[in-house]
């Protein structure tokens, strides 16, 4: 985030800080949504988390950078897709990402991770900060 934060003070651009939720699938390829009455309450605890993350970003990039326009946003989704989508709909001259590496390196190396999917789908550029 230092860097995007960076990036923007120097072009004097606003700042959308993004979380994307990727809630569990359980159920069947033919009913792939059925959620049990017991993953209501872990799908809450999820979107809690997210939103704790999300503030605590926000709470970060605000005392560093006071002056810039900042706002949130919290969605839920395939993360690479949403990105993209977001991105694309929003008009994002840039997408300053971490590369994560919480994907698990065996789903890594057949699927890519989502910082490598959103560089290859996205229409703008994407910087990948290590």
């Known amino acids: 985030m230092d860097v995007g934060l960076d990036l923007a003070e120097k072009y004097s651009a606003s700042v959308l800080i993004l979380n994307v939720l990727e809630l569990p699938v359980y159920g069947t390829p033919e009913d792939p949504f059925a959620i049990s009455a017991g993953m209501n309450g872990l799908i809450k605890e999820l979107r809690k ?4 993350m999300l503030a605590n970003a926000a709470d970060k990039a605000a005392r560093q950078k ?3 326009k900042m706002t949130t946003q919290l969605n839920e989704g395939n993360p690479p897709s949403t990105i ?4 694309t709909d929003g008009e ?3 997408i300053v990402m971490g590369h994560g590496g919480g994907d ?3 789903r890594e190396l057949f699927l890519g991770g989502t910082s490598e999917r959103v560089a290859h789908l996205a229409h703008c550029s994407v910087l990948i900060v290590k």
């Open 49 to 52: 988390s997210h939103e704790a």
């Open 92 to 94: 994002i001259d840039i």
């Open 84 to 87: 993209v989508s977001i991105a």
């Open 66 to 68: 006071p002056n810039l």
């Open 104 to 106: 698990g390196r065996f």
